[in-house]
């Protein structure tokens, strides 16, 4: 599966849902973007060890959704280190979300239609014994814009950039940054008429999670795009406050 499919998928970026506990999904073109630039991520295949070995994605640590209980100190200490789940399809993925969630990676997603739609999308697998130890050093993502940076476009100090707001309707209809260009990520690439490819575009949503899949998109465009990989909230009068991930 590449590229959007489910509006549900991106809307579940927003803070509320995200602190409900609800599942956030993963698709296979951002998970073989990482794969691409090496950006480290923790792959865990949730199905049995047989048919992790029959097939597996490349990086993936084999933790069987019945032992996974247990396999709490396997993880990360870094709670920010992004975790993805798979099974077989969407929902044996979905099984483990709530679990790994719990132990505080907030960071944590599924796999849209696991390994049965990662290989339904053409994409390589590996055959043997997957890994059974979890290695994560985290490095800054591509495409990751500091804050810093982000707040000197919206701000209107840095003219070279125009900030593309890849929420949904319903949020942005509660504020937007001035002069910011409005076109939820699930539209982005029906509308790329009106992203203009003379300016660098950057690109927020509420968590960061919308916004990487839209800059995955602008650059397979050819457009100068960064992403804000952080939380932001924008008020009614266009004022925002940005904090970085927990």
């Not at 969407?90 to 679990?99: R, W």
């Amino acid at each position: 599966m590449l590229g959007y499919t489910n509006i549900r998928v991106f809307h579940d970026g927003m803070p509320a849902w995200k602190k409900a506990g609800k599942p956030l999904f993963s698709n296979a073109k951002s998970l073989q973007s990482n794969m691409e630039t090496e950006t480290p991520v923790v792959l865990i295949d949730v199905r049995d060890v047989e048919s992790a070995k029959a097939a597996h994605i490349k990086g993936a640590v084999s933790v069987p959704a019945d032992m996974l209980a247990s396999a709490k100190d396997k993880f990360p200490s870094n709670k920010k280190a992004p975790v993805i789940i798979y099974g077989a399809d969407t929902e044996a993925g979905m099984k483990a979300f709530s679990t790994v969630r719990g132990w505080g990676f907030k960071d944590t997603t599924v796999l849209m239609g696991g390994i049965a739609g990662w290989q339904k999308a053409g994409l390589p697998v590996e055959t043997g014994a997957a890994a059974s130890e979890i290695v994560y050093v985290p490095k800054p993502k591509p495409g990751a814009l500091s804050i810093n940076d982000f707040t000197l476009v919206a701000d209107h100090k840095k003219g070279d950039a125009v900030i593309l707001d890849v929420r949904s309707d319903d949020e942005t209809d509660e504020g937007t940054i001035k002069g910011a260009i409005a076109i939820p990520a699930e539209e982005v690439s029906a509308r790329l008429a009106e992203i203009p490819k003379d300016k660098i575009i950057f690109v927020h949503c509420s968590t960061g999670i919308r916004a990487e899949m839209a800059y995955l998109t602008l650059k397979e465009e050819g457009y100068k795009a960064g992403y804000l990989d952080a939380n932001i909230k924008v008020a009614k009068g266009g004022e925002y406050t940005i904090t970085e991930k927990e």
